[in-house]
């Protein structure tokens, strides 16, 4: 990570962006070159126009022949070297650039990995991808020619006028006022650019967000055919990025007509002013020539300042947005703790848990202990805060008062790599990957064997796999589409039981199988239970069977506890949740 | 596949991540992106009229200020030195004055005109590629992975961007002063002009190299990206599963892998600039040293004037400055041209389910659905439903159960029109389906799955998803209907309540819920429940059922579920084995029978007694 050591003082644009110089650091000697090669290769290109000053002044006005030849072969060798240098520097930001942007986007992708559920179920990915490639991209170029060219182009401008002042110095004046508006109306037009360039990068992240959400919800947009509503938001948003766009355009063309008129204005007053010195013999006809040249050369560096200088706000922007993750703390860190051998010895002790910012807790009060080995069936009305429950053993969102432990343990002191091989979760909407099924079987387990895949297969009876068109190697689609919703929770659930996990948390697997597959798996799932400790939220009775005990959540906090038949016959509530459906 | 001609193999995305295609098809590819850019810039021809003009006119006051200036030198000077006053010269700075102003005025209506056919030809682009995606079939999508059209939807539209406001200006300028200067320099002196022009092959040579070169370098480019991205993506919606089974360590490297393929892409492009643009400006300036030479040795001799080798001097710079940015420009034309080849090919793909040319009305959708002869397989080898007839008349509630694989669900997104069948046909009230428009197919069938997508937006925003203008009495009543009103109101906000990304606050049974209340509003003639209750808890699921009775009425339903509770509401029960019907009867007679369903139905009481 960049910089953790600064202070979270306000940030500001320009401060993202000096806070991300430590990536050079790796480049430093590469750095060195290329700045070298720059600055010296400006130097040359200075020097051309004075030797063909010197070849007119001297050869074509006095006849020097011999020193003609000799100026000439000074020019080459300039030219040569010039070239050269200019290979040099850019060979040597190849590699720098893309160096610097490869790392950023690598510590933002571990970063983001680090970050908690809490982070992500606010952030679309889609803004998330805007910052990881245009916004760096955009840094990229900035540090790549941007940074490079805004000193190169000042010190060129400096020395040029030196230069200038030196041949002659009241023409060398004019060229240097010259600059003086150039400054100031770059200095206004930067602002004023640098708030059109953040409201275009964040409506083109909104827009990249509609465009996340009607390729992942294609399915419910064409079982409604609603194809014209979502295109109606999608426009509306598109049409926010084309006025936005052309409110930049039409500054940006103000702007940069007026950086590229200015030194056509003082080449004029350049020579008339020089003509009239030439004519009273103050200036030779060489330095004009040479002067004129001169100036032309610096048209473009002046020119070019306004470009660099949009290139430089829109990096800080994008700088801006890409620390704005970067600093977002992953509130969910490990502790040192690994627990060398563990029983599983689950328990909650007074959990709550609330969303930031609500005033309800989605959970309250909630102490459970179960014992290493036992299943305890979690059972609650839609919404009483069973999967939230789920989500504190693995830490994927943390409780805001209690605790949970396991073996002892508060989970927050556990490494997260040991507190997660402990626990592993089946979720009732599995996330499959675009990769194979074995890739997807053994997420957690890369070195699992053959065996342990087809074990784990075998319990989630989900050996159809070996029947796909390349068997475990068969690369299902994402979020793996073409599977049934069944096969899907089947292979989840084989991910879960895969390496025999210490805690099994099961949040209603079985809710897409069909009654005979069902019966199946719970038949293998008693098997790997009886061995695990299990938290198995259920909605049927034959998936609390797989329970010794069960707790009855209601309205975030556990009212009952007890057998299933113990509830059965003492709390209605629990009888109308999981008593027989009325039967044909 | 073998069979088929070239043409149609490389038709549509097929071309994408590919390294290398035959020369053919690339021509073939670069000619589909051609026409593609070609139609979207047709409806600018007059803004284009335009933008020629003011180009030429900037282009012949740029290029008239050096030779004003030798001019100046020439005349001006000498003037002045025999005393005849400041007449000339002042004439001539005022036309270089007169010539910088003209360059001001049209270089900004140049940069003006150019910005807006750019951004119009933009806004159009995204249009289209969002429609035609959302055209698309659910066959196409599952392929081609959300990841992907994120890529096409926002770095391909952005890289054709880049190149309408930065490439094109480049590249008119940059020509326009090449062939301007050209020409200048054999007016201002034959001899001295040739000389100047004389590495012109080599330059072209130097650029016909970098444009195949950069070529290949910038597919690559993209390619890459698009993988970085979808990785990128997919890892972030699967977060969850990701965090849960350690998996961040594997998606690292492997992330790291790609973005290094990446840098590596981006690298090697960079590296073919490094060694184009300094060869370019060691052309120019050898060039400039010979014109030193022999310019001075002409000059020496009084075959040109002082003023003469001045102007040659200022136009070979503006000879070869342009040349870097026709480089640059090959940069941005690349990566445009390799996204436009993408692009073109989403736009090219057949939308799986194509609209009828001419549309069957059906005002009024009584809701048969009838099966003749219906074959359907995704792959040609693996028939799912190898052949099926079936009759269901408007308004019967038809349950279809059966082991998973059976074809259930294929059956169900027949009649939807996810898919259109092999061979056969799928008629509503005697409509083949594919002669109706969308619309009206859409509002008369609809389906709930068991993935419950919710957009951001609020909770009635979602329930109104099918019915956008429905009065919020009715979001209510479709609520209250199917048991979501409690839940709702208890939100803070209630119905106004945000969702959050894709529902992240609510259970996966409420989100159920949202989407019944959604279906119920839509209010369809055929609606079709595929898994629909399966998130419920036994309450919730009950009094779906209950509503699903009044709701039925009067309107065909196609439930697939797994429970048989849910059978009860049925009028005919459909067992289904291998894409075949094996039983079909109400299901008082089927469970009087001894067949599959009555094995189902006793299997699942058993189930029911261990509830005691």
């Known amino acids: 990570m960049s910089a953790d050591d600064e202070p979270p003082s306000a940030p500001s644009a320009s401060i993202s962006l000096w806070r991300l110089r430590s990536y050079l650091r790796p480049y430093v000697g590469t750095l060195i070159v290329a700045w070298l090669a720059a600055i010296l290769s400006i130097a040359a290109s200075t020097v051309i126009p004075l030797v063909g000053r010197e070849i007119i002044d001297g050869p074509v006005v006095r006849g020097d022949q011999g020193a003609l030849l000799w100026l000439g072969a000074l020019t080459l060798a300039l030219g040569v070297v010039e070239a050269f240098l200019i290979f040099l520097r850019r060979w040597t930001q190849g590699f720098l650039v893309f160096g610097v942007e490869t790392a950023i986007r690598n510590d933002l992708y571990a970063h983001l990995q680090r970050l908690p559920m809490s982070f992500h179920d606010e952030w679309q990915s889609g803004q998330l991808l805007s910052r990881a490639t245009t916004d760096l991209s955009t840094i990229r170029r900035f540090f790549g020619f941007g940074a490079l060219f805004l000193v190169m182009n000042i010190l060129q401008l400096t020395t040029v006028t030196i230069l200038l002042l030196r041949m002659h110095w009241p023409l060398g004046l004019l060229v240097a006022v010259s600059a003086l508006p150039i400054v100031y109306v770059s200095i206004r037009f930067e602002h004023r650019y640098t708030v059109l360039s953040r409201q275009v990068q964040d409506e083109q992240g909104d827009l990249a967000t509609i465009v996340e959400e009607s390729a992942l919800g294609i399915r419910t947009i064409k079982a409604f055919g609603r194809r014209g509503h979502v295109f109606g938001g999608y426009d509306e948003v598109a049409g926010k990025v084309y006025r936005t766009s052309m409110a930049k355009v039409r500054l940006g063309s103000r702007f940069f007509t007026f950086l590229e008129v200015i030194p056509n204005v003082t080449l004029a007053l350049v020579l008339l002013l020089g003509a009239a010195a030439v004519a009273g013999g103050g200036l030779s006809l060489g330095t004009l020539v040479a002067f004129t040249t001169m100036v032309l050369q610096l048209a473009w560096p002046v020119a070019a300042l306004g470009y660099i200088l949009a290139m430089g706000q829109e990096a800080m922007t994008a700088a801006d947005r890409v620390m704005e993750v970067l600093d977002t703390p992953p509130s969910i860190v490990g502790g040192p703790v690994v627990i060398e051998r563990p029983r599983g010895h689950l328990r909650f002790e007074g959990v709550e848990f609330r969303f930031p910012g609500a005033d309800r807790p989605v959970l309250r009060d909630v102490t459970l202990d179960v014992r290493p080995g036992e299943t305890v069936a979690i059972v609650g009305a839609t919404g009483s805060g069973k999967t939230t429950l789920t989500a504190l053993v693995p830490r994927l969102a943390d409780v805001t008062a209690g605790r949970v432990t396991i073996d002892g343990q508060d989970v927050r002191d556990l490494t997260l790599p040991a507190l997660r091989s402990v626990v592993a979760t089946a979720f009732e909407e599995p996330t499959l990957f675009s990769m194979s099924v074995r890739e997807n079987v053994t997420l957690g387990h890369g070195q699992a064997s053959e065996e342990e895949v087809r074990a784990a297969l075998e319990v989630a009876q989900a050996t159809f796999a070996y029947d796909l068109p390349w068997g475990l190697e068969t690369r299902i689609g994402e979020q793996g589409m073409s599977l049934s919703g069944g096969q899907r929770q089947r292979l989840a659930l084989a991910r879960a039981v895969l390496g025999h996990p210490k805690i099994l948390v099961l949040d209603d697997t079985l809710s897409a199988l069909d009654v005979e597959t069902e019966a199946l798996v719970e038949e293998a799932l008693r098997r790997v239970l009886a061995d695990a400790t299990g938290i198995v939220v259920a909605h049927r009775a034959s998936t609390v069977l797989l329970a010794d005990r069960v707790a009855l959540l209601r309205d975030g906090t556990i009212a009952h506890v007890g057998t299933h038949h113990q509830l059965l016959n003492e709390v209605p509530e629990y009888r109308s949740l999981l008593a027989a459906e009325e039967v044909v | ?612």
Do not use: C
Not at chain 2, 121 to 141: G, P
Not at chain 2, 200 to 214: D, I, K, N
Not at chain 2, 269 to 298: C, E, Q, R
Not at chain 2, 425 to 431: E, F, Q
């Open chain 2, 1 to 612: 596949m073998m069979t088929v001609s070239t043409d149609r193999q490389w038709q549509g995305v097929a071309a994408e991540n590919q390294d290398d295609v035959p020369q053919k098809v690339s021509l073939l590819l670069r000619e589909r992106s051609r026409r593609l850019l070609g139609e979207l810039l047709r409806p600018h021809r007059r803004a284009i009229a335009r933008l020629v003009v003011v180009v030429l006119l900037s282009n012949v006051a740029g290029l008239s200020i050096p030779y004003l200036v030798a001019l100046g030198i020439d005349t001006g000077i000498p003037a002045l030195a025999r005393g005849e006053g400041m007449g000339i010269t002042l004439m001539i700075v005022g036309s270089i004055l007169g010539a910088a102003l003209a360059q001001a005025l049209t270089r900004q209506a140049f940069l003006r005109i150019s910005g807006r056919i750019g951004q119009d030809v933009l806004l159009e682009l995204r249009r289209r590629v969002f429609t035609h995606f959302q055209r698309l079939s659910l066959s196409f999508h599952e392929k081609y992975t959300s990841g992907r059209v994120i890529s096409r939807l926002t770095s391909d539209v952005e890289a054709l961007a880049e190149l309408l406001q930065a490439g094109f200006d480049g590249l008119v300028t940059a020509v326009l002063t090449l062939v301007g200067t050209a020409v200048m320099l054999l007016i201002l002196d034959v001899h001295l002009g040739l000389v100047a022009l004389a590495p012109l092959p080599l330059l072209f040579l130097a650029t016909r190299w970098f444009r195949r070169q950069s070529a290949l370098a910038y597919r690559r480019t993209r390619e890459t990206v698009a993988l970085v991205i979808v990785h990128f993506v997919e890892s972030m919606t699967g977060i969850r599963a990701a965090q849960t089974f350690r998996r961040e360590p594997r998606n690292q490297e492997i992330f790291e892998q790609l973005n290094e393929d990446y840098r590596a892409a981006n690298a090697r492009s960079m590296h073919l600039v490094a060694i184009f643009m300094p060869g370019i400006k060691l052309i120019g300036n050898v060039t400039i040293a010979l014109v030193l030479v022999y310019g001075g040795w002409l000059a020496f001799r009084q075959e040109v004037t002082v003023g003469v080798l001045a102007a040659f001097l200022l136009y070979l710079r503006q000879f070869y400055e342009p040349m870097q940015e026709i480089s640059q420009f090959y940069n941005t034309l690349q990566s445009a041209g390799a996204a436009l080849e993408k692009l073109s090919g989403v736009l090219e793909e057949p939308p799986g389910v194509a609209e009828p040319e001419h549309p069957v009305p059906l005002p009024a959708a009584r809701g048969a659905v009838t099966f003749a002869g219906v074959r359907f397989s995704y792959t040609p080898d693996i028939p799912i439903l190898p052949e099926l007839d079936l009759e269901i008349p408007a308004g019967q509630t038809v349950a279809v159960v059966g082991a998973t694989g059976a074809g259930k669900t294929t059956v169900v997104k027949l009649i939807s029109r996810f898919y259109d069948p092999v061979a056969g046909r799928v008629l509503l009230d005697g409509v083949d389906l594919r002669d109706l428009d969308e619309a009206t197919l859409r509002r008369a069938v609809v389906m709930v799955t068991q993935e419950n997508f919710l957009f951001s937006g609020t909770v009635a925003d979602n329930i109104r998803f099918g019915r956008p203008d429905a009065p919020m009495a009715d979001v209510v009543a479709a609520a209250t209907a199917v048991g979501a009103h409690p839940f709702i109101s208890g939100l803070p906000g209630g119905y106004e309540a945000e969702v959050g990304k894709r529902g992240g606050r609510m259970s996966a049974g409420q989100r159920q819920l949202v989407a019944f209340a959604r279906a119920f509003l839509a209010d369809p003639a055929v609606l079709i429940l595929d898994e629909a209750t399966s998130s419920l808890d036994v309450p919730s699921e009950r009094l779906v059922q209950r509503a699903l009775r009044t709701i039925l009425a009067g309107r065909t339903a196609v439930i697939i579920a797994h429970r048989l509770s849910t059978v009860e509401i049925a009028d005919r029960v459909l067992v289904m084995a291998d894409g075949r019907v094996v039983e079909d009867g109400p299901p008082d007679r089927l469970i009087a029978a001894s067949g599959r369903f009555a094995g189902l139905h006793t299997a699942w009481l058993e189930s029911l007694s261990a509830s005691g």
